[in-house]
């Protein structure tokens, strides 16, 4: 659904984005990470041709971004950086403004169709209250309702959690789950939440001072940083007896004790984790519960963004 072939984007001297090359597929749900400056939002602006790219090309939802920009721009929703929403008008009027704007000429369809959205996204309620009165996460919902008025294949979501509390977050993440599966739209999202990465993207490419660090799944991610396996054991109380079982276990590399929480490094998690649980409880040690620690997405992010090797 898109493909991109040596991407790149000049800004005088500076190179915001550098030969990427990316493949999307239909109906996945891709997201980009990267720290500030990245290239994250002028990769997406040249997607949805805003701006055209220095050198390279890409292909969105069937057509080429240079040569059919407008069916390019037909094809595709945006939700920019800062989303502008007419405050004075309704929530009502701002998608009917746009449907318009996208040539949904026909009343009927449009109402349908907006209707159709703002119940979904419970916010047909709120229809004719002034978007100015919104707060900030209704805002934010609304315009991605808007984003996709006109039924776009392919969404572009440009930071689409950013500035929102928690409950707000999750409502856009469960809305972004909706979509991708109600619309069968192919998302691509940028965030600087890993968790947004983690619970929606099949995929996601970490990118850095305009170019592609990595590509994958989030696990796949995770499973290429080296760290050393642990498990982690909490118990009602740790006794010097309990320590010195796991000390002589040979599976036990390290012991780090913070209070009754015990973290144990050992070569395999698999391997280890019966043999030292036995040996708690051969002495008398009570077991509140035991997790193998693995590696997380944003300590893989850490990792390549700073320039450290990983496996
Ligand atoms: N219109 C512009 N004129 C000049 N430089 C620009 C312009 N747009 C972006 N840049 C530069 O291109 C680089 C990439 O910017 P971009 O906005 O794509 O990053 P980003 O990954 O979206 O960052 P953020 O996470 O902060 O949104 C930055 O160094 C930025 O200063
Ligand atoms: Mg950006």
Redesign the pocket.
Known sequence: MIDTENLTRK??N?I??ENLNLHIEKGEVFGFL??????????IRMLACLIAPTKGSAMVAGYNIIKDPLKVRQSAGILT?NPSLYERLTAYENMDFFAQAYGINSITVRQSRIQELLEFFHLWERRNDRVGGFSKGMKQKLAIVRAIVHKPPVLFLD?PTAGLDPESAKEIRDMITKLSQHEKSTILL?T?HLEDAEKLCRRVLIMDK?RCLLVGTPDELRKKISTTPAIEVVLTKVTPEILAAIETNKKALEINQQGTRLLINVEDTHVATPEIVRAIVEKKGQILSVNAVRPSLEDAYLKLVKGEEIS
């Open positions: 800004f005088d500076l915001a984005v990267g720290p500030n400056g990245a290239g994250k939002t002028t990769t950086e930071e940028s600087h305009g």
